[in-house]
C-alpha cells in the first residue's frame, strides 16, 4: 500500500501539515486541502487512493465533501476525522458509506497508518472482487453462448442420426422388423438398423457404443457408413457373396481399431433367409441377450458368445443358425434397459422381461408401454429395443 497517493483536508493548517509530514516520512504521497471545496477539486483532478477528511470545516463541510465523492466514485477509501463531541455526525458519515472514522486530536498517528491500511486494503480487495466477478459473468456468459451453440449442434447432429436410422419398419413377406430409440441426451450411442439383401434375405442389427452422448454418436455414423459400404459390396458383386454376420463384426472389429477412436460396440447382428428358412446371427459382447418368443414353446434367451467389437485385434465371431420357427419374436434391447426397470438384481431384471415378452408384448408398442419406457423423462442411459417378428 505505501507509495498510494492521499488527499488529507483539513482547515487547521497545523493538524493538516502534521499528518502530511508523518505520511510523506512513511512512503505516502500526499494532496492537501483546507476545506471540503479545495478537497472535491483535487479529487477530481487528481484521483487520489484515498481521502482523509476532517468533518466540520468552513465553506464546504466534511459530510457534503463525503455525499459529493460518493456519488462520483463509490469505491474510494474515505475515512473521516472528528471531534469527540460530534459523533453524531460521524454516524451520518457511515451512513453515507464512509470507510472509517478517527477521533481528533490523533495522538498516536500509528493508529492512522494502520487506518489507512486498513481502509487500502480492503478497497483493493473490493476492486479484486469487482473484477473477479466481471470475470466470472463474462464466463458465466460465454458458457452460456457456447451452451446454446452446443444445443443447437447436437439438435442438428440428432435430426442427422434420425435420418440415419430406418424411417419406417421393414416388413418382409410374413416378417417384420420394427425398433425404438429412447436417447438419454440429445444423441444417442445406440443404434438400430435393418434392410433387404435380396428377394429371400434381409439382415439387421442393434449396436450401442460405449458411453453415450456426441463422441458415441460420431461412432454410430461410422457404423451406418460402414454397413452402407458393405452393402454397396455386395450389390455390385450381383449379390453371389454369402454374406455372414461374423464377418461383418470382424470388419467392423479392424475398421474401429484403425480409427484409434477408443470406442467399442456391443452388437448383435442377424440376417434372415426365407428360402432357407434360417436365422443366423453373431454376437459382438452384445447384453442383455436377445428374447425369443415361439408359439407352444417357453420364452427363452437367444445363446451365443462373442467379444465388443473394436477391442481386441485377434477377436474371432461365430455364426450360429437357427431354423425360423414359423410364428416367433426375437427381441433384442440394449442394456439401459437394465438401468430403468425398477428390480433390484439381475435375476430379477432378465425374468421380468421373459415375463413381458411371454405374456405377448412382441410389438414395439406394446413392449414400451409394458416397460413403463412411456414414462420415462430422462434416462439414464440410452436405450434401443427392436423386434423381429413373424406373424
Request: charged share 20%.
Amino acid at each position: 500500500m505505501t507509495g498510494s497517493t492521499i488527499l488529507v483536508i483539513d482547515d487547521d493548517t497545523i493538524v493538516r501539515e502534521s499528518i502530511v509530514a508523518y505520511l510523506q516520512g512513511i512512503g505516502f504521497k500526499t494532496h492537501e486541502a483546507g476545506n471540503g471545496q479545495q478537497g472535491l477539486h483535487i479529487f477530481r483532478d487528481c484521483h487520489p487512493d484515498l481521502i482523509l477528511c476532517d468533518l466540520r470545516m468552513p465553506i464546504m463541510d466534511g459530510l457534503t465533501m463525503l455525499s459529493q465523492v460518493r456519488s462520483e466514485a463509490s469505491d474510494i477509501p474515505f475515512i473521516v476525522v472528528s471531534g469527540a463531541g460530534v459523533m453524531t455526525d460521524v454516524v451520518e458519515a457511515l451512513h453515507l458509506g464512509a470507510s472509517d472514522f478517527l477521533v481528533k486530536p490523533i495522538v498516536d498517528l500509528e493508529v492512522l497508518e494502520y487506518a489507512i491500511h486498513r481502509a487500502l486494503e480492503k478497497a483493493q480487495l473490493l476492486m479484486e472482487n469487482k473484477r473477479y466477478r466481471a470475470s466470472l459473468e463474462e464466463a458465466i456468459n460465454s458458457l452460456k453462448s457456447s451452451l446454446t451453440l452446443l444445443q443447437e449442434d447436437q439438435k442438428a447432429g440428432r435430426q442427422v442420426q434420425m435420418n440415419m436410422l430406418p424411417r419406417h419398419p421393414l416388413e418382409y413377406k410374413d416378417f417384420k422388423v420394427d425398433h425404438n430409440i429412447i436417447p438419454s441426451l440429445y444423441l444417442s450411442g445406440d443404434f438400430v438398423d435393418y434392410f433387404t439383401l435380396s428377394d429371400h434375405s434381409f439382415a439387421f442389427y442393434l449396436a450401442d457404443v460405449s458411453g453415450h452422448g456426441a463422441s458415441s454418436a460420431f461412432v454410430t455414423v461410422l457404423l451406418k457408413h460402414m454397413s452402407i459400404s458393405l452393402l454397396q459390396d455386395y450389390h455390385n458383386n450381383g449379390g453371389k457373396i454369402r454374406v455372414k454376420p461374423s464377418h461383418v463384426l470382424s470388419y467392423i472389429n479392424q475398421s474401429l481399431l484403425k480409427t484409434g477412436l477408443g470406442k467399442h460396440v456391443t452388437v448383435f447382428g442377424g440376417i434372415v433367409n426365407t428360402r432357407d428358412q434360417t436365422l443366423t446371427y453373431s454376437f459382438g459382447g452384445h447384453f442383455p441377450l436377445p428374447v425369443i418368443a415361439e408359439e407352444g414353446q417357453q420364452v427363452r434367451f437367444l445363446e451365443g458368445k462373442g467379444l465388443p467389437v473394436g477391442l481386441f485385434e485377434d477377436a474371432v465371431y461365430e455364426d450360429v443358425i437357427i431354423d425360423l420357427p414359423r410364428q416367433f419374436s426375437l427381441t433384442i434391447l440394449s442394456d439401459g434397459i437394465l438401468e430403468v426397470l425398477p428390480q433390484k438384481s439381475l435375476k430379477e431384471k432378465e425374468d421380468h422381461l421373459l415375463s413381458v415378452i411371454g405374456e405377448g408384448a412382441d410389438t414395439i408398442a406394446t413392449l414400451t408401454e409394458r416397460l413403463g419406457l412411456n414414462d420415462i423423462q430422462e434416462a439414464p442411459d440410452d436405450i434401443a429395443m427392436l423386434i423381429l417378428a413373424r406373424y
